[in-house]
């Protein structure tokens, strides 16, 4: 050990003779034990007064020596690789962040490219558009006029209206499509004829192209469903002057729906048969309505007026019916 000392600069130990210190370079100073004078390391003499130096053998203690200075690569060795190594780690691992994150993007479905032509709805966060038919609902029939009917109805999403119909016997028809997507339908029929019956059947087509059709249902237009019939309310039997010496006789009354259905008054016919005592033969008059109000509720009283052959005393009897009845 006494052949070792530590270096001023680094306190690196060397051995004694070293001319610098093995590890930072610093440069050591010896004194000949003679005279003083400064002299080098290894040198055999003193260059002052030639005193021979006796500088203690190199191969003692040199495994320590040896230990120390491998220990001493080693950690340089070491920080040589380890800042390196230290970054290619972070390297990678921001790497393997932007890598996750790009398979995380792309295992996300895409937005549909076309959104605005059918209904779509979310389930856990995916977006299935909505493929099922309209369901049909509330089908309901508004009389506008004698001829005139309005069909309604309701469905449960956005969709189109169209009526399929036709007369009994005859051909099909389509009303012109709506394409305005609504929940409550309104679709008109017009020019429709006395005496019929229409079937039809409601369609309606959703954003997504499905359409549904209900079943066939038919109204009818004139035709009395139920008991129709009428009887005379009162009536009563007049002569009238029209002009100065000019008489007619007016036979006039009322009429009243005694049925349960609702009776248009231009199926409703009254006959006035008027005869005279002590001749024979009997003459027959069709009695007109007021033109006002055409349909006849149940219960309902209707004017009506005839004017008949004037007679001497005549006798009158009047007659009603409701027509295809």
Request: proline share 6%; hydrophobic share 40%; charged share 20%.
């Amino acid at each position: 050990m006494h052949n070792l000392f530590s270096c001023t600069a680094c306190g690196t130990e060397n051995q004694v003779g070293n001319a610098a210190c093995s590890r930072c370079g610093f440069k050591f100073q010896y004194y000949c034990p003679q005279c003083r004078s400064v002299v080098n390391g290894d040198d055999p003499a003193c260059r002052s007064c030639g005193h021979a130096l006796n500088w203690p053998s190199r191969a003692i203690n040199t495994d320590n020596v040896k230990e120390k200075q491998a220990a001493e690569h080693v950690q340089r060795e070491a920080g040589s690789w380890l800042l390196p190594l230290i970054g290619l780690i972070l390297i990678i691992a921001t790497a393997g962040a932007g890598v996750f994150v790009i398979m995380k993007m792309a295992a996300e479905p895409s937005p549909p490219l076309v959104t605005d032509n059918f209904t779509a709805v979310k389930k856990d966060e995916i977006i299935i558009p909505d493929t099922s038919a309209p369901q049909i609902s509330s089908i309901e029939i508004i009389s506008i006029s004698y001829n005139v009917r309005e069909i309604h109805w309701i469905t449960d999403k956005p969709s189109t209206s169209q009526v399929i119909w036709r007369i009994k016997d005859g051909n099909v028809a389509h009303t012109e499509k709506k394409e305005a997507m609504v929940v409550q339908h309104s679709v008109e029929l017009t020019s429709l004829k006395n005496k019929s019956t229409y079937y039809f059947q409601v369609k309606s087509v959703g954003q997504a192209g499905i359409e549904a059709v209900s079943t066939e249902d038919k109204f009818d237009i004139g035709i009395p469903r139920g008991i129709a019939s009428v009887e005379v309310a009162w009536n009563a039997m007049k002569t009238v002057e029209q002009q100065p010496s000019v008489f007619k006789t007016v036979v006039s009354g009322e009429i009243k729906n005694t049925g349960d259905v609702t009776l248009n008054i231009k199926d409703i016919e009254i006959t006035i048969t008027i005869s005279v005592v002590g001749k024979p033969g009997t003459s027959q008059v069709i009695a007109s309505l007021d033109p006002y109000p055409l349909e006849l509720y149940p219960q309902a009283v209707h004017k009506f007026s005839a004017e008949v052959p004037s007679r001497t005393d005549p006798v009158y009897s009047i007659t009603t019916r409701v027509i295809n009845q």
